[in-house]
Nanobody
Framework: QVQLGESGGGSVQAGGSLRLSCTTSGDTSSRRCITWFRQSPGKSREGVAS??????YYADSVKGRFTISQDNAKNTVYLQMDNLKPEDTAMYYC?????????????????????WGQGTQVTVSS
């Protein structure tokens, strides 16, 4: 079993920044890969950033603006979001799994993750 908890969401104006945190606990092997997803009303869940053993993967929509990092001592994964845009408005979730693939798409696919947090809302106004 793995437990995840997100924090750091809020409301900002376009161009602003937020840092999300995902604190994890539980089975270590099931937390090797942590991915941030987001979902807005009427849209499917989208993987935005993933980290596994130092390797990072990003969706094209956030490359150059979002940075994923982890602090193993604190069992926490961060998502630094800069230059936020109104289209970044969504509920953001972190998910854990033991994903391994030659394709970067696998790390951003919600189908490959079993454990999920409750989410934190991010709202960006224009």
């Amino acid at each position: 079993q793995v437990q995840l908890g997100e924090s750091g969401g809020g409301s900002v104006q376009a161009g602003g920044s937020l840092r999300l945190s995902c604190t994890t606990s539980g089975d270590t092997s099931s937390r090797r890969c942590i991915t941030w997803f987001r979902q807005s009303p009427g849209k499917s869940r989208e993987g935005v950033a993933s980290i596994r053993e130092g390797q990072r993967y990003y969706a094209d929509s956030v490359k150059g603006r979002f940075t994923i990092s982890q602090d193993n001592a604190k069992n926490t994964v961060y998502l630094q979001m800069d230059n936020l845009k109104p289209e970044d408005t969504a509920m953001y979730y972190c998910a854990a799994g033991d994903v391994w693939s030659n394709s970067w798409r696998a790390f951003l696919s919600p189908l490959n993750f079993r454990y999920w947090g409750q989410g934190t809302q991010v709202t960006v106004s224009s």
